[in-house]
């Protein structure tokens, strides 16, 4: 695939993944089904099992953002070690573009929590397991955790 064949489609995973969170929440999901609908890779069970990841993990907030988390997995998918080889070693490719990942999503966001970016899309943090605390959360991040889980997926579609 040529370098502006890649950059199609990391603008249409950047489109898809910020419309379904707008849409949908659960911004690993987002990311992982624009990953799955442009290049692939990305089985629905995997999907599935992302839900979970959303909101820091369980909408705790202390956990990784659940962008990156989406993000993480995308690059598993392709470079992760498969399950008849755990002996095999560590697969050291897989953890580099997964540190290459998390290190561009510390520099752009300001940290790698769903509390920290909360804290910098609004400046404070939110109770995401109170009706009032999710709504205030959804009000004051406006588009912002959308934009997250868009740029997140352009980087995994150009990393992969």
Request: aromatic share 8%; hydrophobic share 40%.
């Amino acid at each position: 695939m040529s370098g502006n064949d890649k950059d199609v489609l990391a603008e249409e995973a950047y489109r898809k993944a910020r419309e379904y969170e707008l849409k949908f929440g659960s911004c690993p999901q987002c990311i992982l089904a624009a990953v799955q609908e442009t290049v692939g890779g990305v089985d629905d069970a995997t999907i599935k099992a992302a839900h979970g990841l959303a909101g820091g993990g369980g909408l705790a907030g202390v956990g990784a953002c659940g962008a990156l988390t989406g993000g993480l997995l995308a690059l598993s998918a392709r470079y992760g070690r498969e399950r008849d080889k755990l002996d095999k070693g560590r697969y050291l490719n897989n953890f580099k573009k997964a540190n290459e990942l998390v290190e561009r999503f510390r520099q752009e966001f300001g940290g790698v929590t769903c509390q920290e970016l909360q804290k910098r899309f609004t400046g404070q943090t939110f109770d995401m397991w109170s009706a009032e605390g999710y709504a205030a959360f959804d009000k004051a991040r406006g588009e912002q955790c959308a934009e997250a889980t868009g740029v997140v997926a352009r980087w995994v579609v150009k990393m992969l």
